[in-house]
């Protein structure tokens, strides 16, 4: 049986001094000398169909990492997630999962890992008690074990006080948290997640997320994949974000912000204020082109219209803004509020996803990256 | 119980740490795998004591009303070749033992589309279970409520009349040949469940074939009274070869007519032949449903 870790590591710097690990989009860590979880290359997965769900995903997760997969439904997000936990084997590529290769190890693989569905998988005939008694049996977790890993999982999950109640009686968010204890029975030192928190209320959400930080503390690396900007942001160090089943972009939620360029500097204009310096057009667009000619923020920035008044993103949104409101008022327009912010992951999702950027899914380093921002944030956007 | 630990290596460059977690593996044997899924799904057949009772009922009513409406008639036909005074119950008997085992595999795949619909297939794919194990455990968890079944309706029989003439070890013996028989249609129910993923056309699939199956045997009169045609079509119908094994041990005689053996002695010449076709098949559904299983993956289960 083979295991591999990161003692050939692709990233492993020909000095012998190792490199962080690098993902196959160029994203870095602060995980030096740690092994990895999951490596992949050059992932491909064509259905029968043949709609090409999974194209090219090289990545890298070391041990003990909260990853995220991000990406709107139909990114291939879930089927990414199926072929990393051997439930669907890859047209090309190559997956090692703790080390075990997924093409002749699957049954190690399987062992060494836990897996949430999207969907609840838990039997609702059964108890939970006897859902998690399964679960050890089929996770040949020794009997001896049994009974105080199960206590332990149920009050992990606050399911200990109906815990031989049929979970046909539980509400969803109470069969999620059983779901989950199930996939965590025999303590997998990896566990996927598979847009776990869907369809659940915002405690149950948050209930779980809480749940999911304490193993990741625990050192158990997580692979979550989520549609949820907010989920991904708050729980992951690291994002991959997916489109069309290819990974656009990598990076910590910090970094992925960074990369929108700067403050985004959100000015609502008044409708229909017009002067006599107004020429009919649209006061948003005035404000706009005023934003655009001031030259207060050079060309780097991005001046868009939005529906309520104009948005700026810029280095320099902060240190500018107030010069800005002067030159609107000057235009005589009327300025009925602003708000300088840091990027969401919303606005990088939205920025990538609309082709606003796009990173190729190779590996690149920090300096390269730099240059990239520079270029996205003087093209505007172009698709790389 | 041990369970092997695994560890990762030591990298060999600088600055690097044995960092691979610890990864328990599982100490599971094929027949571990089998025993946690056969307590599973005898868990859920007594929650869910519906499934035992219907497929139960229908050929309880068979024996009744069969015995009571068909009853003189049949029992000229059956004693027609001057073969002594056997009574209909008598007759019928093996027969509704082996319409109980085919009547309740009707039933396996649905069991198996539940799991597929309600996503615990997928759950159980990722487990790291022996899928043939998956498979048998299920299996034997419906062997065991169809031996119970057959338990019932002999019992039954014997009330209304029936006689085994082997005893109480014929008795025994007419349920093993029902497990027997059984194994090759559960596995047949289980290959349309995972081949239509859909609760309609698995029972559709499988109830088709119940009735025609029964018909075209030797279940309810002797072929001989039987249409040419029929007595064809007996020779290929698994029923056949259930209900005369059931049926000789029931009359303590060989009782076969589609197959002339004479190589063993009296009640063996019916048993030996039934058994070796009921194994053979067997063994090929049984195989065509693991091998479907084992090669089953999530998109197999959408």
Redesign the interface.
Known sequence: MS?R???HHPE?SPD???ANAVDGAGGTTGN????LSIETDGLQLI?SDGTEAVRDVSLSVP?GEFFGFLGANGAGKTTAI?VL?????PTNGEAFI??FDAESEP??I????G?M?Q????????TAR?NLQ??C???????GERSERIEELLALVDLAEVADQ?SESFSGGMQKRLDAA?ALV??P?LVFLDEPTTGLDPKARNRLWEYFREINEE?TTIFLTTQYLEEADQLCERISVLLDGEIVATGSPTELKRRVGGEILDIDIEAGAETEEGDGKDPRERAAAVASDSELFESEAMIETTEEGISVTSQRARSRGTDLLVALRDAGLTVTGFNVRAPTLDDVFLAITDGEEREPNKESDPDEEEADEARVATDGGESR | ???PI?T??????????R??????????SFL??V??NF??WN??AV??PFVLVTSLIQPIIFLILFTQVFGAVATNAINAGGGGSITYETFLVPAIAIQVALASAVTSGIGLVNDIE???F????????NRAAVFAGKSAAEILRIVVQIAIILGLGVLLGAEIATGLAGAIGIMAIGLLFSVWFLAYSNILAVLTKDQESTIIGANILQFPLLFLSSAFLPLSSLPNWIQIVAVFNPVTYGVDAARALVLGRDVMTVLDITAFSGIWNTLVPAIAILAVLDIVLGGVAVFLLTRA???DAK
């Open positions: 295991r870790t990161n003692g492993e012998g001094e190792e030096r000398g740690k092994a259905y041990e199926k936990a051997t439930l669907l084997k703790n080390g049954r190690e399987r062992e060494s890992i897996y569905a969907e609840i998988g838990i039997d609702e005939e059964l006897e399964f679960a049996a089929a996770y040949g977790v020794p009997r049929r199930t025999h303590r030192p050192g | 119980m041990s369970t695994e990762g290596e030591t990298t060999g460059t600088a600055g690097s740490e960092t691979t977690r610890e990864i328990r593996r599982s100490s599971n571990g795998d025993w946690v307590k599973r868990i859920k929650r869910n309600e996503d615990v997928e759950k159980i794919l990722v487990m790291p279970m993956t999530s998109s």
